[in-house]
Structure formats: C-alpha cells, structure tokens
C-alpha cells in the first residue's frame, strides 16, 4: 500500500535523480580527505549560506552537538529559547558532549527578547560563581513551525559581539525560512557564526546535514567530528543525494508551504478544529481537534492510507512535503470529515 506520509518531513523518500547520483557517484576515504563528492558539497554547501567552510555530519542532531562543543569549553552556559530544538528534542546531549549548561529562556513564539539575551550573559572572570556564556544559539525556521524576523536574529548577533560570543543558528529548515521570507540563505546567515542545516527533511536526502562557519571553526569541528565517531569514509554516496539536494530541492519548498497553506484553510472550515492560520509559515500546519478519544484518529487514518503522529502536548502536527500532492490533501481533508461524522453518530 502506498501511504501519504504527513508525520514529518523526515519521511521523505529520495528522488530518482538522487537514487541515479548515489549509484554514479565517485567516493574515496574521507577521513584520508579523499573523498570527492564530499569536498564538493562541503564547497558548494559553505557558498550558499556565505561562509569559508562546512562539514558534512551524519544528522543534525550531530551538526548542532558539535557546533556546541567546537564553540564552547566544558562549564560555559549556552544562552537559547527553552522551546528550541536543542534543548526539547536532543537528549541532554549538551550536557554529555560538550559538558555546557544550557541557560534557557522564555520566548514568544520562538522569537527571544533581545534584551533578556543581554540580561543572561555572564563573564566567569567577574564572579568565582560564574560560569561565562560561551554561545548563544538561534532556530530559523524555528521548530514550532514559525520564522523568525531578521530583525531580532540581527539585535542578538550585535549583542553577542559586543560581548565577544559566538552565535549558532540550527537552520535544520534554513532554506523554508529563507523561502517564506524571499530572501538568499546569506541574508539569514549573515546574523550567525556557524549554522547546521539539514540535508534531508523538505530536501529529501536520504541522510546527513551540514555545518557551515569560519576555516578555523570547520578545522577544530572536523577533529571533534572524529572523536564522535562521525569520521565516515566512502560518504561520498550520501553526499551524493545531498548535492542533488541543494541543486534541485532547496527551489521549490515554496510548493510544500502552499499546500500546507491550503490545508490550513481547509482545516479552519471544519467546526470541530481550532487552527492559527497566521502560525502556518512553512510546511507545518498545527492545529487542535475538540473531541474526545482523538487518538483513535491515528489509527481510523492508518487504515485508509495516511500516516500522522498522535497529538503532542494536545496539538496535531501535519506536515507537507515533496511526496505530498494538493489532492493528497483534498484525500487527507476528506478522511478527516468522514471520521468526524462517523464519532457524531
Ligand atoms: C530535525 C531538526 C534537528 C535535528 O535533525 P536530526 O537530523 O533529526 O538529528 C535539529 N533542529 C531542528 C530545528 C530540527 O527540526
């Protein structure tokens, strides 16, 4: 059975094309540097966003774990949203790799007041209790669907410089943002030191995402990326799909924001549904369903063909991706009216 998969953008299957380049592709060992396909796309991946380097890393996970740790020493405070990625979906990590306490703070909607930024940075010479803020980390697009305004990535850049601090951005949908925002990636990137971006998600990738910075930045990321375990030979098959990624897939993320779009609106008609529609950015559509039992959907929907994720926290995500046609959408609506009426009886 063919299934429409609306979990996530993670599910996305590679293309042909990328299928073709991966079987073509010429490797080497890369921990020799000797890997081809690798260096090509590390080069073509640190043009994009505007930076001298970049180092492919097996996830973003990864990318971002090894920014943290190539930034910081062991007891610095990262400075982030207590809604980012980093610090809900990446196991503590933090705390286990680079051995930094993460000092969050509240943010509306993903957007950190600037000014509260100022406020949590701390310089360890000033204070026998202090630990000094080693990096402030910024999400573009933000994890909750959201863009941020270059505005506020702007006002927190010139705050960390003033203070000598580095800024990471986890860009794992840096090019959804730069596509809501209808602007080049190096307009976001501008605002950052180093960036993590994912190959696979709205790309479709099979695997891997990328670290982008300074030459000397990538160079002490690169040894760190080995101590890992992320030395990974012949990768040149995966960096393979990754350049068919950025070359072919980064242009057209505007057709997965539409559908969610349209899905949105399609939504916002159904009674039993509360939907922001303002919060619809990206490719994520989020929303509320009043009734009871609304796990049950979850399976009601595996049976004709459609994979979604229970709610989290009392909120449904469904997610728009490549493999996601508008009448797949008019199918997913459609299912979803028909198990509404169904619980009304
Ligand atoms: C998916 C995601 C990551 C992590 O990527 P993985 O490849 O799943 O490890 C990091 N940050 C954000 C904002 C993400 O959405």
């Not at 046609?325 to 609506?333: A, F, L, M, S, V």
Request: proline letters at 3%; glycine letters at 6%; aromatic letters at 8%.
């Amino acid at each position: 059975m063919k299934y429409i998969d609306i979990r996530s953008d993670t599910v996305t299957q590679p293309t042909q094309e990328m299928r073709d380049a991966m079987y073509n592709a010429v490797v080497g060992d890369d921990v020799y540097d000797e890997d081809p396909t690798i260096k090509k796309l590390e080069v073509y991946a640190a043009e994009i966003v505007g930076k001298e380097a970049a180092l492919f890393v097996p996830s973003g996970t990864f990318g971002n774990q090894l920014s943290i740790f190539t930034h910081c020493e062991r007891g610095n405070e990262v400075i982030l949203d207590d809604s980012c990625h980093i610090v809900i979906h990446e196991v503590g990590a933090s705390s286990v790799i680079a051995g930094v306490q993460l000092r969050t703070i509240k943010s509306d909607k993903g957007i950190m007041s600037p000014q509260e930024v100022r406020s949590k940075i701390r310089k360890g010479e000033e204070d026998i209790h202090f630990p000094s803020t080693g990096l402030i980390c910024l999400e573009n697009a933000h994890s909750n669907g959201r863009v941020i305004p270059l505005e506020n990535m702007k006002e927190i850049h010139e705050i960390a410089k003033e203070n000598k601090i580095p800024v990471h951005l986890d860009g794992a949908r840096i090019f959804n943002a730069s596509t809501y925002l209808k602007v080049d990636p190096k307009e976001i990137t501008q605002y950052c030191d180093s960036i993590m971006f994912c190959l696979s998600k709205g790309l479709c990738a099979p695997v891997g995402s990328m670290v982008a910075g300074s030459k000397s930045f990538i160079e002490k990321a690169k040894k760190k990326r080995k101590l890992m375990g992320g030395g990974m030979r012949q990768a040149g098959f995966l960096a393979a799909a990754g350049l068919v990624a950025l070359e072919k897939m980064r242009d057209r993320l505007h057709e997965d924001h539409e559908n969610a779009r349209y899905m949105g609106k399609e939504l916002s008609k159904i009674p039993e549904i509360s939907i922001n529609l303002d919060d619809i950015q990206i490719n994520m559509v989020f929303f509320t369903l009043n009734i009871d039992n609304v796990e049950e959907m979850v399976s009601y929907f595996l049976d004709k063909g459609i994979k979604i994720n229970p709610p989290e926290n009392g909120m449904f995500r469904f997610v728009t991706n490549y493999w996601v046609t508008k009448r797949d959408i008019d199918y997913i609506i459609k299912t979803l009216k028909d198990f509404l009426s169904l619980k009304a009886r």
